[in-house]
């Protein structure tokens, strides 16, 4: 319903625009028009004044699933994309007529132009409303905005091919769309390519970069997914953003024993994580960046000839940096998190790779999450930049990040660890005994709190649960 407000404003906008310019041979109905300047063409039908005026009707779901259709029709990249599942019994009209109210109130319709950026960031919203309330089902396709922020930062992917094989609801396409912008580039300059096993989740990554007119074409969806149906198998490119499922043993590794895109090494059937890895790689152009969200255990695990895999990406000179992030960044699990980034053909920093230890970074938002502020991702981001082009103004800092040899890893047995290498933090001369005492007790409560809550719900289950 969201999206269908958005598509609507848009077009509304542009609408007013050829009515003024038809005595200069505008026409408003010319479906041309609105292809010229990327906006969806709405038919009369569903269009959001027409739905607002029908909103109390009783058949106002058959309307809305008729609407759909409708736009499908004019729009082909929306083929089977909306949902048609607005006249089904367990929905109620009356609710339903609520919500188209609700959803075009006053604040949305007196933003004017600023209109379509607010219901943007609705919709996003929504996305992480949903990961929060359905946990590991709901989070699978979000990826928290400032871990995504971080990525496309490091990475810059201002022109040419960006590939995420697990796009989930696209934020790493509309992260990189709105980097191109804000750096005065052009959008038209980068190529989206994606896939999706979860036919839902493809959809709202659709609509979600439809909004945002961002050609998702080349997004691509099947139910096997890219392991077992790589659907863009012939693509190589310039940047692989993603955020695969952490430690996923479902991936069908049996099938796949001689695949052609584990050069590194045979990954364990158990765990997809360094199948992962190598399908990035597979994936990259001749000079392509590639920058990943992974498991903090794939730093370190030797399980099934993981040691083996990481050794030879190292010895390789693909791994150029590894990020340690500090916990309860995700939704959808509590286990710690790391970021990888693998170039091909480096030209600098032969033989180095940067490690950064981003652990005690990021801000509580509620008791359960943390997110990445700007000034951190602008410090981690900057520091990787100086490192990676050799700039002078490059130093490790103790506690924080360190370039190392590949020899000293190898010396450490190939482990990514970031602690390994950075060490501890200079001491402060101004270090508060007595705040850093009450914020640690105040997060010891904290996690009592929380550990009783848990506790309690586990009670009120086993009460539930009836023996024979």
């Known amino acids: 319903m969201i999206f269908l407000r958005y598509i609507s404003v848009e077009f509304e906008r542009l609408y007013d625009q050829l009515v003024k310019q038809k005595a200069e041979g505008a026409d408003p109905e010319d479906r041309e028009e609105y292809a010229a300047e990327n906006v969806f063409y709405v038919p009369e039908s569903a269009r959001w004044g027409h739905l607002v005026a029908q909103a109390k009707n009783p058949q106002i779901g058959k309307l809305i699933d008729e609407a759909m259709d409708a736009i499908e029709r004019e729009n082909r990249s929306l083929k089977g994309v909306l949902p ?14 609520e919500l188209i109210d609700l959803i ?16 943007g960031h609705v919709f996003e919203y929504f996305l992480g409303e949903f990961a929060l309330a359905e946990g590991k089902k709901g989070g699978q396709f979000y990826t928290p905005r400032s871990v995504v922020e971080l990525l496309v930062t490091m990475l810059e992917p201002y022109r040419g091919r960006v590939l995420d094989p697990c796009c989930g609801s696209g934020g790493m396409f509309v992260q990189s769309e709105k980097f191109v912008r804000e750096h005065q580039g052009r959008i038209e300059n980068i190529s989206i390519y994606g896939q999706e096993s979860n036919q839902t989740t493809w959809r709202l990554c659709k609509m979600n970069l439809a909004i945002r007119g961002i050609d998702a074409s080349q997004v691509k969806w099947n139910t096997e997914g890219s392991f077992l149906n790589d659907a863009l198998k012939d693509v190589k490119a310039d940047f692989v953003i993603a955020n695969p499922p952490f430690n996923d043993s479902d991936w069908s590794g049996d099938q796949l024993r001689g695949d052609a895109r584990w050069q590194y090494g045979v ?22 960046h590639a920058g990943f969200v992974l498991a903090k255990g794939s730093l370190t695990s030797k399980t099934g000839g993981e040691g083996e895999i990481r050794k030879a990406l190292i010895d390789k000179g693909l791994i150029a940096c590894i990020v340690n992030l500090p916990a309860k960044l995700f939704l959808n699990t509590q286990i710690p998190a790391c970021l990888w980034f693998v170039s091909r053909n480096r030209k600098k920093r032969v033989g180095e790779i940067l490690f950064i230890d981003a652990r005690n970074m990021g801000r509580l938002i509620n008791r359960r999450t943390r997110e990445l502020t700007e000034n951190d991702i602008s410090t981690i981001a900057d520091t990787y930049h100086r490192w990676r082009d050799e700039s002078k103004d490059y130093a490790d800092v103790p506690g924080f990040c360190a370039s190392v040899s590949v020899s000293r890893v190898a010396e450490l047995d190939y482990v990514l660890t970031p602690g390994r290498y950075v060490g501890l933090p200079e001491e402060e001369d101004d270090f508060n005994f007595a705040e850093r005492f009450t914020a640690l007790r105040t997060e010891f409560e904290e996690q ?11 009670l009120e289950n086993l009460s539930k649960i009836k023996i024979d």
């Open 104 to 119: 075009g109130n006053s604040t949305l319709q007196n933003t004017s132009t600023r209109s379509a950026d607010l219901l």
């Open 84 to 97: 048609k599942v607005f006249a089904r019994p367990n929905l109620d009209p009356t609710s339903l007529g």
């Open 448 to 458: 009592l709190k929380e550990e009783e809550r848990l506790n309690k719900v586990i």
């Open 267 to 288: 990954p364990p059937a158990g765990n997809a994580n360094f199948a992962w890895i190598q399908h990035f790689i597979y994936h990259l152009a001749p000079s392509g």
